[in-house]
């Protein structure tokens, strides 16, 4: 059993910066894949990023790609989403995830591919 707690969000200004981390519980964190996932008002659950559980392994949607970054210290059983150059449409409930199994550039979109969620943490960027 792995429990997940996000903390970090908040409300930022468009074009500043909000590191969200996610801290696990259990002693084989450092085998999970971890994602991070968000859901804006009125919209489905997508994909944000995913790391694999050897921090040089990570994957992005393409709407985040190159101003955010996903990051995990396995001693710490803490993952990060480092957000920057945030923009409105970045305003939802962000949620990490963990996987028990390995995560692939062809499935770590998927919330299917996760077992644990944590409660999620609301991010709005104001303009």
């Known amino acids: 059993q792995v429990q997940l707690v996000e903390s970090g969000g908040g409300l930022v200004q468009a074009g500043r910066s909000l590191r969200l981390a996610c801290a696990a519980s259990?002693?084989?964190?450092?085998?999970?894949?971890m994602g991070w996932f968000r859901q804006a008002p009125g919209k489905e659950r997508e994909v944000v990023a995913a790391?694999?559980?050897?921090?040089?392994?990570?994957y992005y949607a393409d709407s985040v790609r190159g101003r955010f970054a996903i990051s995990r210290d396995n001693a710490k059983n803490t993952v990060y989403l480092q957000m920057n150059s945030m923009q409105p449409e970045d305003t939802a409930v962000y949620y990490c995830?963990?996987?028990?199994?390995?995560?692939?550039?062809?499935?770590?979109?998927?919330?299917?591919?996760?077992?644990?969620w944590g409660q999620g943490t609301q991010v709005t960027v104001s303009s």
């Open positions: 995830a963990a996987s028990s199994a390995p995560i692939w550039s062809d499935d770590y979109y998927e919330e299917s591919k996760y077992d644990y």
């Open positions: 259990g002693r084989t964190f450092n085998s999970y894949g």
């Open positions: 790391i694999g559980w050897r921090d040089d392994i990570t």
